[in-house]
Structure formats: structure tokens, C-alpha cells
């Protein structure tokens, strides 16, 4: 079964502005926990994006980003990849990458799952149905992006997350949209050390 899970609300999370002063991000969960932003093995968090700019650079990050407010978002590696995202689309890429961000239609919020390449590795999944999810190992984040979502006896409402940090043996979840239209983003780390 899993270890003890986190439900933690949209309205607790703290807003950190950016260095460059083009953002802000809340984060949601890191490994280990209360982990400085250098220690990491993992991290998720949301980030409000208000003006174009570059991306910051992050040695030894793979990381996932996916859409979950606004109606584009513009990501343009200097290596050549361009890459448009509409709401819900998601791109993984290296945090070594010198990518830059565009706004074609305003400000974005995007959800950002960062894995230390060398210790985990992981990823995200858009859901709008009900259906029941299976864990067998690892560390799960749910994220209400938009609405309102059950997950088991559990209510999460738009921004609200749900962590299990390091579950182990075999579980079940089942998440249903409460809301028309309400969409959970499902983010899954697993160790490299215990992935068989």
C-alpha cells in the first residue's frame, strides 16, 4: 500500500518570483522533501508565465512541461526544434537546452515535473475520464488542472494536488471528474535504483 499522501491546496501555495522578473512559480511537491533547489531529485510545480523570454538552464534536469492555462505557448530551442503548444500538449526536453518561450495570444500557466536524469526518470499524463489507476511503485502527483475531480474518497478542486511520495507494492486510484470538462494531470516518478 502506499505510504501517508499530501493533499495540498491550491489557496496554500507560495509564489516565488522569477530572477528575470518574467514569471513566478508555485511549487507543489519535491524529493526529498524540503529539498534545496540544487538537491532536488525531483520536483513539480506550476509556474505563471507573463512575458516571452528565455528558459532557465538546469545541468543535469530532464524535465516535462505541459500547458494548462492559455491558448498557446511557443517554446524555441537555439539548437533549431520549434515547438507550439496549445492547452493540454506537453514537450519533454533537457534543462541543459537553451530554449526560449513565446506568447503569441498573453500569459500562461504551465506545470512543470523535473527529474534529476541520473536518479529518476518519470512522466506525465493528461486525464479527463474516469477511470481507475494503477501504481506499483514510485512517487504520484495529481494536479486539478481545470474543475473539480475525485480521486478515491479524496476531493480536489482546480489547483488542489494529491502526492504519494514512494509508494510501494500494488495500488489502485480512481479518479473521476466531478465537473464537465475537468482535466487531472497524472505525473509518475520512479527511481532509477528500484526500477526493474
Known amino acids: 500500500m502506499f505510504s501517508a499522501f499530501s493533499i495540498i491546496r491550491a489557496a496554500d501555495l507560495k509564489a516565488v518570483p522569477w530572477k528575470n522578473g518574467g514569471g513566478a512559480t508555485r511549487e507543489i511537491a519535491a524529493s526529498p522533501q524540503g529539498a534545496?533547489?540544487?538537491a532536488f531529485d525531483w520536483r513539480v510545480s506550476v509556474a505563471d508565465v507573463s512575458q516571452a523570454g528565455a528558459f532557465s538552464v538546469?545541468?543535469?534536469?530532464?524535465r516535462v512541461l505541459t500547458l494548462i492555462e492559455g491558448a498557446?505557448?511557443?517554446?524555441?530551442?537555439?539548437?533549431?526544434p520549434r515547438h507550439v503548444l496549445a492547452r493540454w500538449d506537453s514537450l519533454a526536453f533537457a534543462g541543459e537546452a537553451?530554449?526560449?518561450a513565446e506568447l503569441p495570444h498573453g500569459p500562461?500557466?504551465?506545470f512543470n515535473l523535473m527529474l534529476r536524469r541520473?536518479?529518476?526518470s518519470g512522466s506525465v499524463v493528461v486525464r479527463r475520464e474516469?477511470?481507475?489507476l494503477k501504481v506499483a511503485q514510485g512517487s504520484v502527483v495529481l494536479v486539478c488542472a481545470l474543475g473539480e475531480f475525485a480521486v478515491n474518497d479524496e476531493r480536489l478542486f482546480q489547483g488542489d494536488a494529491l502526492v504519494f511520495f514512494e509508494a510501494g507494492g500494488s495500488a489502485s486510484l480512481n479518479v473521476?471528474?466531478?465537473s464537465k470538462g475537468a482535466v487531472l494531470i497524472d505525473a509518475r516518478i520512479v527511481s532509477k535504483e528500484t526500477r526493474t
Open 58 to 62: 538546469f545541468e543535469g534536469i530532464d
Open 36 to 38: 534545496a533547489f540544487d
Open 98 to 100: 537553451s530554449i526560449t
Open 176 to 178: 473521476e471528474p466531478i
Open 118 to 120: 541520473d536518479r529518476v
Open 72 to 80: 498557446e505557448m511557443v517554446l524555441i530551442d537555439s539548437a533549431g
Open 108 to 110: 500562461t500557466r504551465d
Open 130 to 132: 474516469a477511470e481507475q
